[in-house]
């Protein structure tokens, strides 16, 4: 018997269902076609009453009219008759509203209740329109001639009243006559017939039509049900094609297009042809092909890394033992083992083994005489034979059977054995045990060969004078490779830069160029050592490679930073990458016993944006990557305008200010210092200014940190102290108050091996008192190494020079290393002043650091005092001296004499000089 194909079997079903629905619907249009029949017959019926009974009272009311008329002379009758002919006849139109009373007489005085249309048509033309049959308009019409006759009778009584009062009671007694009756009969017997012939016609179209839309309902119910049978069995065939429900459908193929084979997917029983079947399969074959095509991705790494280690390697005990762990950890092998000829027994033994079940290796050894039956397994055949030996089922594999019980306990699938050869000769055996049955397919067995092969070579690099060649290979590797982490070297970088600028240059396009430095390396090297650092660096090495692509460039520079140079990328594809290279230092290296976390700063450059040479790029990376270390670190910069101007800035002022001394440029102001209790002078700040004749004013914001970067800071520095030590010794001698001279000093200074003798040296050669020098420290200059500050302060105030520490609270100190500190004075920082009079936190700070002060008997200078109401505030919690515009900005030697000479301020500060 011929199968029915479900697709065919679905068609059929399908167009069998539209072809019901196609009937039910027609039959469904006949019925309300038979419905609206049936109303079209009744309403033609009340229709055609309505306009008889209407011929009817309208004879009536023209005879009341007539009489009404005889009977009062009233001419309203005579005009009520001839209005309702004419409106009857067409001459008049027809009222609206309460039109079948219009032959009603309204008297002068009453309310008018009818209301006229644009309509002029004859009550036997409507008669005519409702379309009755011809032989019951003839009875109308036939009606209607009599009743017209009528009127003739009526209006003929009504002229002959006219003549006379004896004459209306002729004419009443003609109205009464036979004649008048007989003519009314006339008009009633017509319409009496036409009343029965009209129902006769009705009612059966009626009956008719009602029957019909009974019988089409009940037909129409049966094509319903037939209906849901059809869709109930194009569910059943839908369902039989699919296998299962198109929620589960859908689902499972979600799962395979996700790549979700976790689930199996399950088809039931007499559903073997469905789709879910065939999905069941194609899942299934999947899988497969996914663990095929991991396992192929585990060797090629295991050969990868095979060929990495006979490069490396110079014996083949080292070598063996790194063939056997990487054929586990990277090829994905359960267990793997290299056995040896031992020439003097005639025996294959075990010399290098890895993974799960190498405890039953200790003692085996295999004979290579095929008549001993110890080797007739696998390893023995490939030996003896040459050739590889692939059991795809070891624990049902007749030539394991002696190893059916370990290959169940360690849960070995298949096995795979080849034979290692030296000069064309096999010296040993390469065993590898997989976990799957049937694991060693054609591919699998091409790469492992291929393993094979390369491990032979590398036996007969061993032993011929291929050694050399290697060695030479070796050296060459070195040359344009780092030796730690196996990344190419700078020489490298730059040819592989050169090849990919030409191709970008030719079609047009993008490349970048990565910065990327370690976030405090320095600390692991100098905590942990050195040999902790290079395996982090190894480690660091991977991970970065692990998310880039082959066509890649990864370099180390040396040390901590590392090159990336990236073909073909634009913003956007740099953008991605470095958020990859920033995500995969979210989790910690774990090296021997340590877990370390570290961040890294990348610089990014784009060719040919920002640049169209190796230097030009190299240099615009290098200054985004110390933008993303001055922002915080543990993030990217893309090289920007603004940097290429600030390092431009930065140059000219860097080489300017190796000049700004020679040609004195610089100059040291001095800013008074005001104790809040007297109001006097106390001392002075000297302050560096830098004036530059075409670069203008300079700020020492900007100016000092380049000092410190090319170490001008150290000469600039000590000119600065001397001017100043200088300034107050001249000052002395002028007779001026003795006051004490602070000078600041940066922590390049601070850090100088030299500093005490420096200022001692200073001191006395001005004759200048240590007593009135006073030498500033920032807060975070101090908690930097505050052991070695101690050290500094100590010697320092051994020789009487006063210390101060400057911009307090805005450092992270120590109350266990400050009350260490020799000093004697707290510089409060001006950021906390400034809203002193309006926050209350920054109040509260001010508070504190003057009481804590206090507590330590030191003193408190507040700078950046600008109004009285800060002065006012800082004298009332006790604060001992001042600084800042209130009282005088910084000022020239010349300026700050007036100044000292004018000052005459009251107790309470309200005066100003």
Known sequence: MLKILPSTLFMRNLWQTVTVFIISISIFIIYVWSAQMTKYADDQLIEATLLADELRMTTNGLTRMARGYIVKGDPLYKQGFQKIIDIRDGLQ??????????????????????????????????????????????????????????SRMEIEAMNIADSAQANRDKALFFLDSIEHHKAKVAVRDPIDDFYTMLNTRLSGVHNKAEMLSHYLLGVFALMALLSFFMLWRIYKTTYAILGTSVDNLHACIRDIGNGNFSTPIVVESGMEDSVAQWLSKMQI??????????????????????????????????????????AVNFGGMKMAWIGMLDEENSQIKPVAFYGKGTDYLEGVAISTNPADPSSQGPSGRAFHDNNSYWCQDFVNDSLTLLWHERGREFGWGASAA?????????????????????????????????????????????????????????IEYMAHFDFLTGLPNRTQLQDRFAYTMNLAKRQNGYATIMFIDLDHFKEVNDSLGHSVGDILLVEIAKRLLSVLREEDTLSRMGGDEFTLLLPDTDYNGALQVAQKLLDIFDESFLIDKYELTLSVSIGIAIFPIDGADKETLFKNADSAMYRAKKEGRNRYCFFTEEMQQNSMRKLSLSNALRHALKRNELEVVYQPQISTGDGKIIGAEALLRWHHPELGSISPVEFISIAEENGMILSIGEWVLRTAVTQ?????????????????????????????????????????????????????????????AIEIMNNLYAEGIRMSIDDFGTGYSSLSYLKKFKIYKLKIDQSFIHDITTDPEDKAIVIAIIAMAKSLGLQTIAEGVETLEQLEHLREHGCDEIQGYYYSKPLSVEAFEIFSQKISILKDGSKQP
Request: aromatic fraction near 6%; proline fraction near 5%.
């Open 285 to 326: 074959k999947l899988k497969e092909l996914l663990l095929a095509n991991e396992r192929l991705k585990n060797l090629y790494s295991a050969l990868s890394q095979c060929n990495n280690a006979i490069v490396r390697h110079k014996n083949e005990k080292e070598l063996f033992s790194e063939i056997c762990r990487i």
């Open 418 to 474: 080849l034979p290692l050869v030296r000069n064309g000769v096999p010296v040993g055996v390469f065993n590898l045990y997989a976990e799957n049955v049937g694991a060693f397919d054609e591919p699998s067995q091409k790469l492992l060969k291929e393993m094979a092969m390369d491990i032979g070579f590398a036996l007969d690099t061993y032993a011929s004078e291929a050694v050399r060649t290697k060695i030479k290979e070796q």
């Open 728 to 788: 107050a010794k001249t000052w002395m001698q002028k007779g001026m108050p003795p006051r004490i001279m602070a000078v600041n000093i940066s922590a390049v200074q601070f850090h100088h091996s030299n500093l005490q003798e420096v200022v001692m040296k200073i001191l006395n050669e001005v004759g200048l008192s240590p007593e009135y020098l006073e030498l500033e420290l920032t807060e975070g200059m101090a908690m930097q190494n505050p052991k070695k």
């Open 93 to 150: 139109p027809r009222p609206s509203g309460h039109h079948q009373t219009y032959w009603d007489l309204i008297l002068p005085g009453e309310k008018n209740y009818f209301t006229k249309t644009s309509e002029t048509v004859s009550l036997l033309e409507l008669i005519r329109r409702i379309g009755i049959t011809k032989a019951e308009f003839a009875k109308l019409a036939e009606a209607k001639t009599n009743a017209d006759a009528m």
